[in-house]
């Protein structure tokens, strides 16, 4: 059974930087998707990037180009999105989620992921 923890999370102001971690653990095969999903109040939750743990395969919401970062340290069998300069409006809880290796293609969807973290709550605020 597939598990993953989130941390890192907080209260940064904006323009701050956070980076959050997801540690995984479970997987029965070394080819799978881990992505970064987030859910603001009263909105659908959307995807942020997704990495695949074979090639290193991102995808990236395009919005989010250039402020987040995913990578990955598969020693450590971690997930990282850094986040800077951030915005109130990226006030969300961030959850990771794990799948197929195919769905780093549909990362913008939250559609094929088979396991979720409890996920972590970020505030932007002054």
């Known amino acids: 059974q597939v598990q993953l923890v989130e941390s890192g999370g907080g209260l940064v102001q904006p323009g701050g930087s956070l980076r959050l971690s997801c540690v995984a653990s479970?997987?029965?095969?070394?080819?799978?998707?881990i992505g970064w999903f987030r859910q603001a109040p009263g909105k659908e939750r959307e995807g942020v990037a997704c990495?695949?743990?074979?090639?290193?395969?991102?995808y990236y919401e395009d919005s989010l180009k250039g402020r987040f970062t995913i990578s990955r340290d598969n020693a450590k069998n971690t997930v990282y999105l850094q986040m800077n300069s951030l915005e109130p409006e990226d006030t969300a809880v961030y959850h990771c989620?794990?799948?197929?290796?195919?769905?780093?293609?549909?990362?913008?969807?939250?559609?094929?992921?088979?396991?979720w973290g409890k996920g972590t709550l970020v505030t932007v605020s002054s």
């Open positions: 989620a794990a799948g197929p290796p195919i769905v780093v293609n549909t990362c913008y969807s939250d559609y094929g992921m088979h396991s």
């Open positions: 479970g997987f029965t095969s070394g080819y799978y998707t």
């Open positions: 990495i695949r743990s074979s090639d290193g395969r991102i």
